[in-house]
């Protein structure tokens, strides 16, 4: 797979793909309409951000390119594709139990805190693609 130009899209599958981690500079895109929520990216090598109507979605560090992301009050999944290792943030339900799978392997359980945020690592770099779904319990 490969950077998004565009910084964000909607997929003929229905799913969000957005960012680019080849840029040198922070670059956004504000107003893209996608399932009646408008979304803004800001996105370079350091750092992707993704915010839906205003709010906290999807922040990685350093940036990174994420495809086919779909979520749902039950789960979120998304392919996640960087040049080095990620940490992952991710706007969810506060102060709730997700079971967190890398890569179709079960990884364990996480609590989100009272922000509903929730931190991962993931293992990235040289096109490797990683699938990541999260379930909430």
Do not use: W
Not at 3 to 9: A, G, T, Y
Not at 71 to 84: F, P, Q, R, S, W
């Amino acid at each position: 797979m490969a950077v998004i130009e565009e910084l964000i899209r909607e997929e003929e599958t229905g799913a969000l793909s957005f960012g680019n981690y080849s840029l040198d500079v922070k670059t956004k895109k504000d107003g893209f309409n996608y399932n009646g929520d408008v979304y803004k990216i800001k996105t370079f090598k350091e750092i992707t951000k993704l915010e839906k109507n205003g709010m906290f979605v999807y922040e990685s560090v350093p940036g990174t390119v994420v495809h086919n992301f779909r979520a749902t009050d039950k789960a979120v999944n998304l392919v996640v594709e960087g040049l080095d290792d990620a940490q992952i943030t991710l706007e969810l339900e506060a102060e709730k139990d997700y079971k967190i799978h890398i890569d179709k392997v079960y990884a364990g359980k996480m609590k989100t805190n009272l922000g509903g945020k929730l931190n991962l690592s993931v293992e990235l770099g040289n096109g490797k693609l990683v699938d990541i779904l999260i379930e909430k319990q």
